[in-house]
Structures are given as C-alpha cells and as structure tokens.
C-alpha cells in the first residue's frame, strides 16, 4: 500500500506510526511539502503552471516561515513518485477538512487518473471527532498534522470501512472534474465551507488581519512583534492557511500603509508593527 498526503508535518507522523507497527518496510510514503491553500494551482499538471507557483511562492513567502530552498525540486520530485506507482498499487489518500489537503486530494486523483489501482480516502476530521472527542469540549482537527503519531496508528488499526472510503469510478471522474476547475482559477487563496473549496481573492482575511493587531497594539498602539500578530490570527482561524500567507499579506499591508514598521523587512520576521497613525 502506498499512503499520500499533503502536509509534510502529517507525513512525519504517519511514517512513525507505521514503523511502530512494524510496516514501514511493506508500506510507502508520498508527501507533498507544500499547503495547497495558498498560491496558485493554475494548470498545475503542465509546466507552465508548476512554474507560475513556483514563482508566485519564491516571491511571496518569507524563508523564515516556509522552506522555499529546494521547493520546486521537491514539488517535481512527488509528483514523478505519482506518476510513476505502478497500475494494481492500492493508494490511501490521508485527509481532513480544509482548503489545503482536499485541494491536494483533487490534484492527486487527477494525477492518477489513468491508472488501473484502487484508491482509499481516510477523513481524519471524521476519525478523529468519531474516536477522540471529548463531550462538552469543542475542538475540530484543523489539519491532519495536529494528530500525533499514537492517533493515527489509532486510526489505522480500525475497521477501515468505518473511516475510509473506497473510490468508485464515478467518484474519482467527480474529484478529476472538480480538479479541472479549480485549475482554471488564477485565485491564489483557497478556503474549506460547506464541504467544499472556495477560491477566494488573497486579501479576504486582511480586515481579520487588522482587527486582531488592533487588539494586540492596544489603546496605546504600541509596537507588537510581527510573530505574535501571526499567532493571535492563526490561533483564531478556523481554516489552515499557514504561517507564511498570513506574513505574506502583512507586508502587503504595510505597503498600503495600514501598518507602520519598527525594524526592516529584509531581516524576514525580526520586526514589529501598530497600525499607522493618522
């Protein structure tokens, strides 16, 4: 069996569980390092489209908040180990509700489309609301790599029936259907609601963006380092964009000049911000 996920901190943890089973010998692991959420997917099955995200993310993320050394090579490299898993493999896909991974999903069944193999889909946001929930105490899995190793071998060991579902043709021409239409959006911001993915322009949390540096600044509107702004909005998403965009869009701001700066942007994340006095 072959597993693959979007989310390298999902990967990691999934490979360590498998070893503890004592599988990691029979059983591989396919991962993109990447969140699918954010940057464009335009034609992403060709070349031209694999280099405009390339492009977009060498010039948008800040290497402190994502790996940028060796994304394009690794992106190619993943998507050559899918093109390349033989017909008659059996394939789970590991996923949960959000833009980032159902958007990875989409984008890997289309790149097995012409394959001859059975593919599984394990929801961990079902799995685990369905095996660790705790009455009274409301917490959604956000993305499949805020389980931990000890939860997904968990999961793993069920019934897979219970968690899983196996694709049937009409299923997999659905997902390839869908994956041609978000590959003909040059959006370049992905959201999970009501059970599917919306492309959005790439300032819709920038209000958000502001009111919660707003609160962090205080009356006094004092200086807050750019780290704890990103955390205050992280912290009360209830959608798995990444660390990165969320920079991204701050810069963008203070190039507006809604935000006014304290230190120097060349230094990645080593300044601050408040809201630009009038």
Same mark, same amino acid.
């Given at each position: 069996?072959?597993?693959? @996920?979007?989310?390298?901190?999902?990967?990691?943890?999934?490979?360590?569980?498998?070893?503890?089973? &004592?599988?990691?010998?029979?059983?591989?692991?396919?991962?993109?390092?990447?969140?699918?959420?954010?940057?464009?997917? %335009?034609?992403?099955?060709?070349?031209? &489209?694999?280099?405009?995200?390339?492009? %977009?993310?060498?010039?948008?993320?800040?290497?402190?908040?994502?790996?940028?050394?060796?994304?394009?090579?690794?992106?190619?490299?993943?998507?050559?180990?899918?093109?390349?898993?033989?017909?008659?493999?059996?394939?789970?896909?590991?996923?949960?509700?959000?833009?980032?991974?159902?958007?990875?999903?989409?984008?890997?069944?289309?790149?097995?489309?012409?394959?001859?193999?059975?593919?599984?889909?394990?929801?961990?946001?079902?799995?685990?609301?369905? @095996?660790?929930?705790?009455?009274?105490?409301?917490?959604?899995?956000?993305?499949?790599?805020?389980?931990?190793?000890?939860?997904?071998?968990?999961?793993?060991?069920?019934?897979?029936?219970?968690?899983?579902?196996?694709?049937?043709?009409?299923?997999?021409?659905?997902?390839?259907?869908? %994956?041609?239409? @978000?590959?003909?959006?040059?959006?370049?911001?992905?959201?999970?609601?009501?059970?599917?993915?919306?492309?959005?322009?790439?300032?819709?949390?920038?209000?958000?963006?502001?009111?919660?540096?707003?609160?962090?600044? &205080?009356?006094?509107?004092?200086?807050?380092?750019?780290?704890?702004?990103?955390?205050?909005?992280?912290?009360?998403?209830?959608?798995?964009?990444?660390?990165?965009?969320?920079?991204?869009?701050?810069?963008?701001?203070?190039?507006?000049?809604?935000?006014?700066?304290?230190?120097?942007?060349?230094?990645?994340?080593?300044?601050?911000?408040? @809201?630009?006095?009038?």
């Amino acid at each position: 069996m072959i597993h693959i @996920l979007s989310s390298a901190s999902a990967s990691s943890s999934l490979q360590f569980a498998l070893k503890k089973m &004592g599988l990691d010998k029979k059983e591989r692991v396919i991962s993109f390092y990447d969140i699918f959420s954010i940057g464009p997917v %335009w034609r992403l099955t060709e070349e031209i &489209g694999v280099k405009s995200r390339d492009e %977009w993310m060498k010039q948008s993320m800040s290497d402190k908040f994502f790996e940028y050394n060796g994304y394009r090579e690794h992106f190619e490299m993943v998507m050559n180990q899918i093109n390349l898993i033989p017909e008659g493999e059996h394939v789970t896909i590991w996923v949960s509700d959000n833009a980032n991974e159902q958007t990875g999903m989409r984008y890997i069944v289309y790149l097995l489309k012409e394959k001859n193999i059975d593919i599984t889909l394990i929801n961990t946001t079902e799995a685990y609301k369905e @095996l660790f929930q705790v009455k009274k105490v409301k917490y959604k899995v956000l993305h499949t790599g805020e389980i931990p190793p000890e939860k997904l071998q968990f999961i793993y060991e069920q019934d897979f029936g219970q968690f899983s579902t196996l694709f049937t043709d009409h299923d997999r021409e659905e997902l390839e259907r869908e %994956w041609l239409s @978000l590959g003909e959006s040059h959006e370049t911001l992905r959201i999970w609601r009501n059970g599917r993915i919306q492309s959005i322009t790439e300032d819709y949390y920038d209000d958000f963006i502001v009111i919660k540096a707003k609160r962090l600044c &205080g009356k006094q509107n004092k200086f807050i380092h750019v780290a704890r702004v990103i955390g205050e909005v992280i912290g009360h998403l209830d959608q798995y964009i990444g660390d990165a965009f969320i920079e991204y869009r701050i810069r963008k701001l203070i190039d507006a000049g809604v935000f006014e700066l304290e230190g120097n942007l060349k230094s990645k994340y080593f300044y601050s911000l408040r @809201l630009k006095r009038n």
